[in-house]
């Protein structure tokens, strides 16, 4: 008898884990996402607003909870930070959540994902309008698909290079800030190689390669992504920005390690220039010994910097099924926003550019401002969203565009590499 | 002992120091970078030993990756693991190996077949039917789809074959039934396989990311690599001090248990010969 019932058991287990694996797929991604509600007639008290972010957004996030508790009486928000702050650790919780019918209502994720999300989640458009008093506008565009703001960005940064100014002015280099084209960036990085006899400028090929190649391609006034969605560079002036690595690679200037080798060897003093994102500003500061002349400069471009560069970082996105909830997120966004919370997100812990104006200038009202944080802190160019490509492609093309920048980076001309490239990201876009 | 083989035993000895040596680097780089001070981490040069040591870093790492209930947690899975699938592999190896009955080679067919399914493949299937059982964010969910091994039972039932069928015959005379003949006959012989294979089930659920990535929520039921993932930010790095610290600690039970067990383990693992 007992036998019985435990084979029942286990019959009954398997079968449900059979059955559920076959319906997996149908509730995985797309969903109906609710378009908000007037918030006056939604009930707080009987909504549970549920939050999914990394753990670097925790205090706005506490802060902005206690603002719409007291704001929203009854209202619940459940916000409890992921273990982890890597986005793609973010997104596997969040799709498998949603896989369950846990699905949050509102979303941190990196802005490199946006796409993932615009193409298989359908997100509610975000209301400009709702935006807090002081939010950079111009920094919206980074949370755009198609000319419809999906996300607000939160914590944003951008590339930028770090310059050691001491082996620069040895070197013959005074005035960092005038290498603004690609010509003089190698010519610099071949005096101070030649005077050191080590490499002198690291732009990882690995880390971030869809960010970084984005960056110098549309610094150099081209486009990523071209209006149709395809492959966006392969054009004479797109090969002839790319190819700035393969250039480095055959000068023998090029260090070619990963972002945080590439950081630690800036760091000790060995390194003149060194690709780096805003948000890592802090770190060096933290990290760089006192005598480190160092700072950040624009990135330059081909011939010059000419065009807007990719935002990175995260932002908010709100996909929610139901209406009132998504009112209530749209709301949770603003009070994420506002210039309390931006000194809590992007504030003297961090190098994130503030999107809240209010933020930078309590900021710089500070003592002892190192200049290296006020070039994060002020930065005010408008940004564009990172990647671009279709979104359900996303980690494949990453991938692609990994080799290409591996292998313009061991000096393989961009002649060769990028029409590959563009070939074969065309074809997994079916263009 | 010939002049020739003095040379030959000096040669492989060195290239066993140079092996090991090759292989402890990035465990000694680890401890190493956990004892240096945070600060200065990349400047103070490559040396092999801190000019400075500060052990600061394990006290940060223990205290914001809550490292005592990780481990806790860690220990109540990885063991609730092995003991699961102990008492499922032993059985099916001891089916497989010392029976004959139809559909058996069948059933083998399908536990090899399983070793070619990845994990990641089964991954969010499982994770649904688990939430339908209602086990999502539980240390049963950590568990339950670990019950059993395809590797275990493979592994286990290649040791059981090289059971020598006298021994058999002979407890069978003796009045032992099968499940008798099991627990005081084969799994005795056994013995170096099953530490074998409990070290390699220690190893890998100890050190899984990805599927405590995807049920474990609550901070009350990390293991100790997703508490690890506190160290790192996508957008300024990682925080390799605290990281090395706390990777130093949460590795420290496995090598210790490796080390107490190493005999066992090399012997299941060299092959499958039977004592006596």
Known sequence: MRHKILATAALATVTVLSLSACGGAESGSGGSVAAAAAIDQCKPEETTIKLAFAPQGTPAVDHAKKVMEQKFPGLKIDAVAAQSGNYSDLTKQIVADSAVGKRPDLIMTGLGQLRFWTDSYNPAPLDPATLPEGYQKQFLTAGEVNGTTYLAPFQISTPTMLVNKKLLAEAGITDPASIKDFAALEEAARKVTEKTGKPSINISSDDLPDWFSQALVQSSGEKYVAEDGSFGFDTPKGREAIGLLSRLAEDKVSLNVRMDDGQAQFVAGNLAFHMATTSRIVKVAKEAPKDLDWTPIDLPGLNGPEGDLPAGGNGWVVISEDSCKAAFSQAMITEMLTKEASLLSSGKDYSYIPVNKLATEELLKGENIAPQMRYAWTYDKPLTVWGGFEGAQTAQIINTVRTMMEQLATGKPADEVVPATAKSINSMLGK | ?276
Not at chain 2, 189 to 208: G, Q, R
Request: charged fraction near 10%.
């Open chain 2, 1 to 276: 002992m010939t002049k020739l083989n003095k040379v030959h035993t000096a040669l492989a000895t060195t290239l066993g120091i140079l092996a090991a040596a090759l292989a402890l680097f990035p465990f000694y780089w680890m401890v190493r970078t956990a004892v240096a001070p945070a600060e200065g981490l990349t400047t103070t040069g490559l040396s092999l030993i801190p000019v400075e040591f500060d052990f600061s870093n394990f006290t940060r790492a223990w205290d914001k990756a809550n490292l005592g209930q990780a481990m806790l947690n860690g220990i109540a899975v990885t063991l609730g693991i092995l003991v699961l699938q102990l008492l499922t592999c032993i059985p099916a190896a001891y089916a497989l190996s010392k029976f004959r009955f139809r559909g058996a080679g069948l059933i083998l067919g399908l536990v090899l077949a399983c070793l070619l399914i990845p994990h990641q493949a089964t991954m969010i299937p499982t994770f649904v039917g688990l939430n339908l059982l209602g086990l999502g964010d539980t240390r049963l969910g950590l568990v339950l789809p670990f019950v059993t091994s395809a590797i275990g039972i493979f592994m286990l039932r290649q040791q059981m074959m090289a059971v020598p069928e006298a021994i058999m015959e002979a407890a069978e005379t003796d009045g032992l039934g099968p499940l008798r003949t099991l627990v005081s006959v084969v799994v005795p012989i056994s013995a170096p396989s099953i530490a074998a294979f409990s070290m390699l089930s220690i190893f890998t659920h100890w050190n899984d990311y990805l599927w405590p990535l995807l049920v474990a929520r609550s901070p009350a039921i990390m293991t100790p690599p997703l508490s690890l993932a506190i160290f790192q930010n996508a957008d300024t790095g990682f925080d390799y001090p605290a990281l090395a610290a706390a990777a130093a600690i949460v590795t420290a039970p496995v090598v210790i248990l490796f080390l107490l067990a190493q005999r066992h383990f090399v012997r299941g693992m060299a092959g499958t010969e039977v004592a006596g």
